[in-house]
């Protein structure tokens, strides 16, 4: 479920129309370090995974996890049906039925208006047990709601009754301090040295304390044992070897829709600066000077004053 989940959020369509294409999408939970898993595993990092091979998903050893990518239309399609294949596979099966008025809005006080019957079909999933697949995006803020109402969208084509409610910053923390939601929107902050944090982000034990980063509420026994992996490494290599292990067994359970991050540094400078012919050695901290070239400040200084 969580993989059709992941297939059904279309990052190129959210980067092209509200990024203007500037963003990187997140392919690691180590994202831009060494730390991030590449490839198949090898070396030290097999392994560390061998020892967990019963307990993880097979393609972990198989296959290279990638983002799923909706470049054109048919591949967001494709996407979409083997997303929709999954939850018929999970046990949730498309039934058609009439929306309650409530939930017609507009179109159904049209009908009405015309004298014309106001019922409406909908797709929605039921398992064996009768119960509705409806999940709820919980937000602090109308930031997101254009990145999340089109993944919305998109999940009601499955059959998914998705809603947004937006909370004020104090119930959100209330209720995220209580796992009380379906899906957020979270980060996890990285350093290149990755430790006992790593507990408190995906251990068994913080699933059910209340404020933890387990915001996904993880419950994974392999992961637990990486995790110790990467806190008890004893060297750099064994540190590394350990978070790609931990990152591709992460990728590989679609705990997470990935979201994006920009791979430069922005920074905005007048244009006064530039660099002596001759350079002094090193020794003078070369690398925290700002030169400024005088000719560039005057041509800025008469610029500024037109």
């Known amino acids: 479920m969580r993989k059709a989940f992941a297939l059904a959020f279309d990052f190129e369509e959210a980067n092209r129309m509200t990024f203007y294409n500037l963003y990187t999408r997140v392919g690691s939970y180590f994202e831009n370090s060494e730390l991030a898993s590449k490839g198949l595993p090898e070396g030290r990092e097999l392994e560390i995974l061998e020892e967990v091979r019963e307990e993880v998903p097979a393609e972990v050893f198989t296959k290279e996890w990638k983002n799923p990518v909706n470049a054109t239309p048919e591949e967001f399609r494709k996407n ?51 119960e509705i697949l409806a999940v709820e995006f919980l937000l602090n803020a109308p930031t997101f709601e254009r ?31 209580a796992f009380d939601y379906d899906i957020i929107i979270d980060s996890f902050p990285q350093s290149e040295s990755p430790g006992n944090e790593q507990r408190d982000f995906w251990g068994s034990a913080a699933a059910d304390r209340e404020g933890s980063r387990n915001t996904a509420g993880i419950k994974n026994p392999a992961i637990d044992k990486l995790i110790d992996k990467v806190v008890f490494a004893t060297s750099r290599e064994e540190l590394v070897a ?14 997470v829709a990935p979201h994006w991050h920009y791979p430069y540094e922005r920074i905005v400078t007048w244009d006064i600066f530039g660099r002596p012919e001759k350079l002094p050695s090193q020794s003078s901290g070369l690398t925290q000077v700002w030169w400024i070239d005088p000719q560039k400040q005057k041509a800025l200084e008469a610029a500024r004053d037109k």
């Open 242 to 255: 350990a978070t790609n292990a931990l990152d591709r067994v992460l990728l590989w359970n679609f705990y």
């Open 80 to 130: 979409m049906r083997e997303a929709s294949r999954l939850l018929d596979e999970a046990g949730w099966k498309l039934q058609q039925e009439t929306a309650k008025d409530d939930e017609c809005g507009f179109f159904c006080g049209l009908m009405r208006t015309v004298g014309l019957s106001s019922a409406r079909k909908e797709n929605v999933r039921r398992n064996d047990q009768g």
């Open 147 to 177: 990145v999340v109402l089109p993944y919305v969208q998109h999940l009601r084509k499955l059959g998914i009754k998705a809603s947004v409610r937006i909370v004020d910053s104090a119930q959100y923390s209330r209720r995220t301090d």
